[in-house]
C-alpha cells in the first residue's frame, strides 16, 4: 500500500493563478481531509469529506474548494492564489471519522508559494 | 477557547539521553490525546492514542501519560537516537475536532 500520496511535492505560483493539490489514498478511507501548516501555529484543517460526494469546509475554507467524486482522490483546488495562502499542506485520510480512536494518516505534504 | 499548548517549543539533547516533552490542553469535551512525530519534509506519523481512561501508554521508546485532571500529557523518550530528531505534534481531539498544538521541535546531537 502506497497510504496518502501527494502531488505535486512543491509549487510556486503568481498571485492570482490556480492550481489544483492532489491526494490520491489506497486504504480504502472513509475520511478524507486537508490541512495547512504554518510557522508557529498547529495544523488547522480546510476542508474535510466523510464519503464520496460528501464536503464540508473546516476553520480556514476560503480561497479553496474540494470535491470526492471517488474514495480514493480528494483534489484541493486553489481558485486566485493569494501571497496568504504560501504555507505546506497536507492531506490525511481515516477510516472513519466517527470513531474516536481512528489513527489519522498523512500525505507527505505539498511546499506552496506564492509570489 | 480550545487550546492545546506544548513546551519548550525547541530542545536540543546528547544521543543517549532521555527527555519529556510537555502538552497541556483546554478542550472540551475532551475524546482523546494524540501525540505524532513529524521528520523534516514529511507528514506527521502517529505516535500514540490515549482515552480519558488511560494515563500511559507506550510505543517502544516512546511513553506518554496522560492526567485528564489536570488537563496535561507528556511524551517521554528514552534513549534517545539520532533518528528522534524530529517536531513532536500533541493533538486533542473534542467535540468531533482535532486540536494541534504548535510542537516541539527536538534535535538529537551525537
Known amino acids: 500500500n502506497a497510504g496518502v500520496t501527494q502531488t505535486p511535492k512543491f509549487q510556486v505560483l503568481k498571485t492570482g493563478q490556480s492550481m489544483t493539490l492532489q491526494c490520491a489514498q489506497d486504504m480504502n478511507h472513509e475520511y478524507m481531509s486537508w490541512y495547512r501548516q504554518d510557522p508557529g501555529m498547529g495544523l488547522r484543517l480546510i476542508h474535510y469529506s466523510v464519503g464520496a460526494g460528501i464536503t464540508d469546509q473546516g476553520e480556514v475554507p476560503n480561497g479553496y474548494n474540494v470535491s470526492r467524486s471517488t474514495t480514493e482522490d480528494f483534489p484541493l483546488r486553489l481558485l486566485s492564489a493569494a501571497p496568504s495562502q504560501t504555507s505546506v499542506y497536507f492531506c490525511a485520510s481515516s477510516y472513519r471519522q466517527a470513531a474516536t480512536n481512528e489513527k489519522l494518516f498523512f500525505g507527505s505534504g505539498t511546499q506552496l508559494s506564492v509570489l | 477557547k480550545n487550546q492545546v499548548e506544548q513546551s519548550p517549543q525547541s530542545l536540543i539533547i546528547l544521543e543517549g539521553k532521555n527527555c519529556t516533552l510537555q502538552c497541556n490542553y483546554t478542550v472540551s469535551p475532551f475524546s482523546n490525546l494524540r501525540w505524532y512525530k513529524q521528520d523534516t519534509g514529511r507528514g506527521p506519523v502517529s505516535l500514540t492514542i490515549?482515552?480519558?481512561?488511560?494515563n500511559t501508554k507506550s510505543n517502544g521508546r516512546y511513553t506518554a501519560t496522560l492526567d485528564a485532571d489536570t488537563k496535561q500529557s507528556s511524551l517521554h523518550i528514552t534513549a534517545s537516537q539520532l533518528s528522534d530528531s524530529a517536531s513532536y505534534i500533541c493533538v486533542v481531539r473534542g467535540g468531533g475536532k482535532l486540536i494541534f498544538g504548535q510542537g516541539t521541535e527536538l534535535s538529537v546531537k551525537p
Open positions: 490515549m482515552t480519558f481512561s488511560e
